[in-house]
């Protein structure tokens, strides 16, 4: 029996996976080959999915991208056995889209079947959550505290701190919630964590319960993950029946379990205090802070939020300790980055590494350039509110303090990239749009600045008063920065003064533009 692994990612369903799944069975069926699917998750190389692998005696052999049309001459090929064809990649591990990764947090991903609780033991899972047990609340704490990490959702804020606060906070329930409304431009590394490797995340939160003193998680996830809910649910079951979650976690007679809800497709119920909101029903506006959701969060009570990735990397900490993990990166930024490249990119997809390379390397090493093929013209870190980069940056280590001083900001590890067809003002625009779209309307910069934004904008398109119109947006902008309550309208700023400072020639009326 030849095991036959295609991807169960949405990335390789959108690219056919479940039809030419059948074919590999109906194929093999008539030719009277013996095989068994194995529904894998990606191994994040987008460009070759639906990537086929194949399990040989010399290890695990990638076709990709294949298509349906391909599935007959892969059989003429010999493929079962690891035959020459001519989307033979070779063994996964050594593409150096992979080769070049650290992959700490998505070490399993496409390696394992997702949901199969044997596949996540064989290949280290459930070793951090039982160090955990062993070690106790303090200790966990400490471990986290000391590999470095920081949260992966945008902010940056330091997760041993956010769980040493909420761990010393007396209360009578406390709360783990999971940020996996994933709104970014660009990102998909929390889908992959839900549709990829989903016992991952429900190990970081059972650690995180047991060092806080919490017994109750939710996972808040947008909508348009349904492949991932899925997967998730169905995790969570087979977790519950094996004992790693429940009354009495792994015998150790801590209590925890998780539930996952789905969000109504909001960009600002990512934000804290707005998710706390509408996890208990109600519209998602952003609460004022303080008080901090770690001392008065859900339901009023204490509690941890964390980004799915920050989660998802406890239990590589617990399992290694935390200088394995702070030994990678630089500078303050501790450990890995599932970096996401996206937009105009050749090599789309997830790459892990440490902190640290340049911004060039990822977009022209790594990524290779633009899919068009023409020259990179911006790059927006970050999501919708990051700031743009042009070429003139890409010297700029990847690294949350190198970022920031560049007015920038890595987020939650989205990289879009844009050729020189681009027009830098359409994309002002449209971030002052997207923000007044999005806007909750709890505060005046954000509400109506972003309206007032697009109207200035479109003046300045029209070439009305252009001078006097980019004095008074630049005005704007400085009131929606430091006037703003939460960071969506204190960040949609970043994005229209990266491109008014990087890119001035598109700020010339359009019309006079055509003068030229
Ligand atoms: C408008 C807005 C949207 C946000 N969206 C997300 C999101 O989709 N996922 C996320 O993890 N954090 C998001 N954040 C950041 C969260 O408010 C919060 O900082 C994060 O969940 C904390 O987790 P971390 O410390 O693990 O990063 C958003 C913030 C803002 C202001
Ligand atoms: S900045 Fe915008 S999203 Fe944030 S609280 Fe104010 S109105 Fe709401």
Not at 101 to 118: C, K, Y
Not at 147 to 159: C, D, I
Not at 264 to 284: D, F, K, M, N, P
Not at 343 to 348: Q, S
């Amino acid at each position: 029996m030849t095991r036959v692994f295609v991807p169960r990612d949405v990335v390789a369903l959108a690219l056919g996976a479940d039809k030419i799944a059948a074919a590999i069975v109906a194929t093999a069926k008539a030719r009277g080959a013996d095989v068994s699917i194995v529904r894998n998750g990606s191994r994040g190389m987008f460009f070759l999915e639906p990537l086929i692998e194949v399990e040989t005696p010399a290890g695990r052999i990638a076709y990709g991208p294949v298509t349906l049309k391909d599935v007959a001459a892969l059989f003429d090929a010999g493929f079962l056995d690891g035959g020459t064809h001519a989307l033979r990649i070779g063994k996964p591990e050594d593409h150096p889209f992979l080769k070049r990764q650290t992959r700490l947090t998505f070490a399993r991903s496409g390696i394992t079947d997702p949901v199969s609780l044997e596949d996540y033991a064989a290949h280290e899972g459930w070793l951090g959550l039982k160090r955990a047990i062993e070690i106790g609340s303090a200790a966990i704490v400490d471990e986290i505290t000391k590999s470095g990490l920081r949260g992966r959702g945008g902010a940056g804020f330091p997760t041993g701190v956010k769980w040493k606060t909420v761990a010393d906070t007396k209360a009578d329930r406390k709360y783990v919630v999971c940020n996996c409304d994933e709104g970014d431009s660009g990102t998909f590394a929390d889908r992959m964590v839900l549709e990829d490797d989903p016992y991952m995340l429900i190990e970081g939160m059972t650690i995180c319960g047991l060092a806080v003193g919490a017994t109750k998680g939710y996972v808040y996830c947008r909508s348009e993950y349904p492949h991932g809910i899925k997967a998730f649910n169905e995790a969570l079951q087979r977790a519950r029946a094996a004992g790693y979650l429940g009354k009495d976690v792994l015998g150790s007679g801590h209590a925890f379990d998780i539930e996952l809800r789905v969000g109504a497709g909001a960009y600002v119920c990512g934000e804290e205090t707005a998710l706390l909101e509408s996890l208990e029903g109600r519209r998602g506006m952003v609460r004022a802070k303080p008080p901090l959701p770690a001392i008065n969060g859900l339901f009023q009570k204490p509690t941890v939020i964390n980004n799915v990735l920050s989660l998802a990397t406890a239990p590589f900490i617990l399992a290694h300790g935390a200088k394995a993990y702070a030994d990678f990166g630089m500078g303050r930024s501790r450990g890995t980055m599932p970096l996401q490249l996206a937009g105009n990119i050749r090599y789309g997809g997830l790459f892990e590494t440490a902190f640290g390379l340049t911004l060039g390397e990822i977009v022209e090493d790594i990524g290779g350039g633009t899919a068009s093929g023409r020259p990179v013209r911006a790059v927006q870190c970050g999501g919708p509110l990051g700031a743009y980069f042009p070429p003139a940056l890409f010297d700029t280590p990847f690294d949350y303090e190198a970022f920031a001083a560049k007015d920038g900001l890595i987020g939650h590890g989205g990289i879009v990239v844009f050729d020189d067809t681009v027009d830098m003002l359409t994309m002002a625009r449209f971030a002052m749009e997207f923000c007044a779209i999005e806007s909750c309307g709890k505060c005046t910069p954000c509400r109506i600045g972003s309206t007032r934004g697009q109207e200035v904008i479109d003046k300045i398109l029209a070439g009305i008063h252009v001078e006097a119109n980019l004095r008074l947006l630049e005005d704007l902008c400085q009131t929606m920065k430091f006037g703003s309550l939460c960071a969506l309208g204190g960040f949609a700023p970043y994005p229209v003064l990266s491109a008014m400072r990087h890119y001035p020639e598109d700020f010339k009326p359009h019309a006079a533009i055509a003068a030229e």
